[in-house]
């Protein structure tokens, strides 16, 4: 599935300015800022898409990556030869939840639980994509709507995948759950989207 047609990235790229005033702000030696210029600046658009997504709010999205810039410098010694995105991406998702967890706890709703209650099965998607169902009415803002109505682990997963186009493996590794759920999520993400289709009426992000 192409990522660009489910998950559209910010219309406006993010400064880099929260992550220059965290490192400003954070005593060290000038090498560890070369590599922290060189491991997080080239992808603090996805970090700041994923913040966007997790919160539905640009402004608090940008809050988030400060706090995430803050955490990689205080760890980029730590990061020697790996994927720099994915190990960023996990910084950005931790602080999210945290910020999350601070200002809004009753969006974390747990995914069993939403399991139990509606009984979705993968099966349900089966012969049908997010952008099949959308078909007809072309409203990006509508698909739009739909992702951020979804419940944060379901999109975080679908925006793993479709906009950051991660590996089950390295959405995995981001998101600390094994692949098997990873790809279950994925399913339920969809089915997600489908149902939306027909119900409408959720708010896209700020």
Known sequence: MNGSAVCQRPSATVSSAPCHVAAENWSGPGDAHA???????????????????????????EDVVQDACLSAFRGINGFANGNA???????????????????????????????AVEGVQPSEREGQTPETALSGKDNAALLEAAIAALPAPLREILVLRELHDLTYREIAAVTGVPVGTVMSRLARARTGLLRSQRGGGATPPK
């Open 35 to 61: 590599h922290f210029g060189r491991v997080v600046l080239p992808h603090l658009d996805d970090a700041y898409a994923l913040a966007r997504w997790l919160t539905g709010s640009r402004a608090d999205a």
């Open 85 to 115: 995105r994915a190990w960023l991406l996990t910084i950005v998702r931790h602080a999210a939840y945290d910020w999350l967890h601070r200002n809004r706890p009753a969006a974390l709703v747990l995914v069993e639980d939403i399991e």
